[in-house]
C-alpha cells in the first residue's frame, strides 16, 4: 500500500529530550499522530530513540542527506525518510528497509528521476522559493500520479493554498506545531492550535 502522509505533518529539529517528551505528549492528544524530526540538532537522534519507543506516533526522519545517517537510528520504528533532495543510496537503503523514501524536488527532471525508482510521494522543497502554488498547478496535469507533500516558506498565511491542490497530499513545517507552545505549561494551547488547522 502506497505511503499516504498526514494533512499536516509537524516538521520539527527537537533541541531537547524534554521538548521530545512534551512533543509526544501532544502528538498522542491529536488526531495528528505523525511527525517528521529532522536531523540538525546534537540530541536528534537521542529524541528520535525515545519518540519511537512511544506508542501511536508514525516517526518520519528529516533532513537525511546519506544512508550512513540512518545506520545507528532505531529503523523497525521509522516510517518513513525525508531528504531535501533525490539521493539513489537513501532510496536503496529505505527499500531494503521497508521504510517510505520521499525525497525532495524541484524539477521535473528530479521528479521523473524519482518515478523511475517507483517513488509517487515526493517532497516540493523549497515549495515557495521553487515556484509555490502556480508551478504546482502547472504540474498537475504533467505528472498526474504524483502526490506532493510541501515544505519550505509554508505557513500559517498560506498554507491553504497548497492544501487545496488536488497534485498536494501534505503540507509540514515547524508553523503545525510552532516551538513557543512546545512547553509543559502550554500543551492545551498547542493542542487547541493543532485542532483549528
Known amino acids: 500500500m502506497q505511503f499516504k502522509p498526514p494533512k499536516y505533518l509537524p516538521t520539527l529539529t527537537i533541541s531537547s529530550i524534554d521538548e521530545a517528551r512534551i512533543v509526544s505528549k501532544i502528538l498522542q492528544s491529536v488526531d495528528i499522530p505523525y511527525i517528521e524530526v529532522t536531523l540538525r540538532s546534537n ?23 546519506n544512508s550512513n545517517q540512518l545506520l545507528n537510528l532505531p529503523i523497525p520504528k521509522i516510517k518513513f525518510v525525508v531528504s531535501p533532495g533525490f539521493n539513489k543510496d537513501v532510496a536503496y537503503f529505505c527499500k531494503e528497509n521497508d521504510i517510505e523514501y520521499i525525497p525532495g524536488v524541484e524539477t521535473s527532471t528530479e521528479i521523473m528521476e524519482a518515478q523511475n525508482y517507483g517513488l509517487d510521494v515526493l517532497k516540493f522543497f523549497p ?29 500559517l498565511e498560506n498554507y491553504k493554498k497548497y492544501i487545496e491542490l488536488p497534485n498536494v497530499c501534505s503540507v509540514g513545517g515547524s508553523f503545525i506545531l510552532p516551538k513557543e507552545l512546545i ?5 492545551t494551547g498547542a493542542i487547541n492550535h493543532l485542532n483549528l488547522l
Open 43 to 65: 540530541v536528534s537522534i537521542e529524541a528520535i530513540e525515545y519518540i519511537a519507543d512511544q506508542t501511536n506516533i508514525n516517526l518520519g526522519i528529516g533532513t537525511v542527506l
Open 127 to 155: 515549495a515557495e522559493l521553487a515556484g509555490g502554488v502556480q508551478k504546482l498547478k502547472a504540474l498537475t496535469s504533467i505528472f498526474p500520479k504524483v502526490s506532493f507533500m510541501c515544505t519550505g516558506g509554508i505557513s
Open 183 to 187: 512547553k509543559v505549561d502550554n500543551i
